[in-house]
Every structure is written in structure tokens, then in C-alpha cells.
């Protein structure tokens, strides 16, 4: 992460905190209900959930959206039956105007195979400094079906395929998922999604290293001086990002950044959890 701007004395602080949630695709009818019945969702996504085809992506649907509110509801007073959310032009979603302004938090989620993410960050000092705050987050699960070499001219830029390549063949793979990560990451934050080229901008890695957790001590994150982000089209060191290993197959990646402002945000480290679905709903649900 670049860190050749000053940091604003006068920003608040942001601390983004990253939950890791495991997902059951395969719930039996009884439990499916039972989160239905906590009424914790609003009518239009009861009906979302129920427009999915297949049981697996009804429960994955399910199991995300009451996630979502029982860890909202963690750093709030508000009910998890009491977040309303709005979406973006390609689809972010966000808390609606008047909760954001209420309670200071912005969030984004990602999920791939049997993990969710979901990363939180609070100040309700934001909107007073003026800040136009901008987070993303995306897990990605290596797989070794993705013909990679098929993708990387249309997704990556000529330095990110240079370094690719420069490795020995058995990283090349998990250097695709980590920059894969880091790309949606960025612009899940930008909220343009794909809608924005992912040639435009790129990620270097210290000594073009392949990043692994230190006896396999999971979560962790890889030290603030391995990536390094360009862009054409952003002024690079207001984007931040941490970039992590949940397991051997699972990689994560946080982007926090100002989009109206050259400064360099005041960040904490981002905390970490692992915690199901059994232990948010109890602690959530009167």
C-alpha cells in the first residue's frame, strides 16, 4: 500500500472490522423456516431468497442476508429486523440515507463457496468531516477447474501478467486468485463493479512474492508494505488495502479509501472474527 501522502490530522479514525461467517448449503427444510420465521427480513428479499432456483443458493441466500443483520446489529442498538438497505447504480449495497447518517456505518459483503465475508466499518464522525468514505471487501476460493490463461489478457494489466508468469508454474494459480481478490475488492469499493476496466489499475507485490500465513496461523493478513496499487484514473494513495489468507484456498481483500479527498485516511488494522450463523442468531434475536 502506497503511504506517500500525509495522513489528516483532522480525518477520523476508521477501524474496519472483517467477519468470517461458514455458510451450510445443504440446510434441512426445519432450520430454512426457522430463519424465515425470526422475521428479521422484509418482504422483497423473503421474496429474492425464494426466486432462487436451486435449495443451495435459497440457503446461501438466506443464511447471508440474516448474517448481515445480526453482525449490522453488533455495532448498533438497532434490531436486526431494523436495517433497511438501498443499492447502488451496478448494485452496491449500502444502508439506506437516513440509517448511514444514523448510525455511522458502511459495510460490504462477499462470498464464495462455503464462506461469507462481511466487513464493517464505524464513525459517526464521517459525514461531519466530510468524508466520502469508500469499502470494499471480496474472498475468493482458489479453484483449479478456472482456465486462468484464458482470462488474464481481458483482466489484467501487462506488469500483473509479467510478475504472473515470472513465478513457477504451482503459483501462478494463487497469484491469480490474490490479485483476483484485490481487483474486486477495489471496485466493489469505487462501486462501478465491472462496469470499470480492470486493466486500468494493478498490484505489485514485494519481491513478486506469493504471500502464505507463518505456521498456518489463519486468519492473517500479509504486512502493509507487500502490495503496492496503481491506477490511471484514482490518485493511488487514497486507496488502502489489506490483503489476507482465511485457509490455504481461501484469500481475502479489504479496500477503504476517500474518493473526494488526495489524503490518506487514518485506518486501524482491521480486527477479525470467525463466527457462525448458531452464535449471531441467539446473541441477536429476543
Not at 472474527?273 to 446473541?283: C, R, V, W
Request: aromatic letters at 12%; proline letters at 4%; charged letters at 20%.
Amino acid at each position: 500500500m502506497s503511504v506517500s501522502s500525509p495522513i489528516n490530522s483532522s480525518q477520523p479514525l476508521f477501524q474496519p472490522h472483517i467477519y468470517f461467517v461458514p455458510l451450510d448449503g445443504a440446510l434441512c427444510a426445519a432450520d430454512y423456516e426457522a430463519g424465515l420465521a425470526l422475521n428479521w427480513l422484509t418482504d422483497d428479499e423473503v421474496a429474492k431468497v425464494s426466486r432462487y432456483r436451486s435449495e443451495s443458493a435459497r440457503n446461501t441466500g438466506l443464511q447471508v442476508r440474516l448474517a448481515l443483520r445480526a453482525i449490522m446489529s453488533l455495532h448498533s442498538d438497532l434490531k436486526p429486523f431494523e436495517w433497511r438497505f438501498s443499492y447502488g447504480a451496478k448494485g452496491k449495497p449500502a444502508l439506506s440515507e437516513d440509517l448511514l447518517v444514523q448510525t455511522g456505518l458502511h459495510f460490504n459483503l462477499s462470498h464464495s463457496g462455503d464462506w461469507l465475508m462481511i466487513g464493517i466499518v464505524s464513525n459517526k464522525q464521517a459525514y461531519a468531516a466530510e468524508t466520502a468514505l469508500s469499502f470494499g471487501v471480496d474472498i475468493e476460493r482458489e479453484r483449479s477447474s478456472t482456465k486462468i490463461e484464458a482470462i488474464l489478457n481481458h483482466y489484467f494489466s501487462a506488469v500483473e501478467i509479467e510478475d504472473l508468469m515470472a513465478l513457477p508454474l504451482e503459483l501462478q494459480r494463487q497469484r491469480f486468485f490474490d490479485l483476483w481478490a484485490l481487483k474486486e475488492a477495489f471496485i466493489k469499493a469505487t462501486g462501478k463493479g465491472l462496469a470499470q476496466s480492470l486493466t486500468s489499475f494493478g498490484f505489485t507485490f514485494a519481491a513478486n512474492s506469493v504471500f502464505e500465513a507463518v505456521n498456518e496461523q489463519y486468519p492473517t493478513i500479509a504486512a502493509s508494505d507487500y502490495i503496492h496499487f496503481s491506477a490511471l484514473d484514482y490518485h493511488e494513495p487514497q486507496w488502502q488495502f489489506y490483503f489476507g489468507r482465511l485457509s490455504p484456498y481461501y484469500r481475502f481483500s479489504v479496500c477503504i479509501g476517500d474518493m473526494q479527498s488526495q489524503s490518506l485516511l487514518q485506518i486501524k488494522a482491521p480486527t477479525m472474527s470467525i463466527i457462525s450463523l448458531a452464535q449471531l442468531i441467539p446473541s441477536s434475536h429476543d
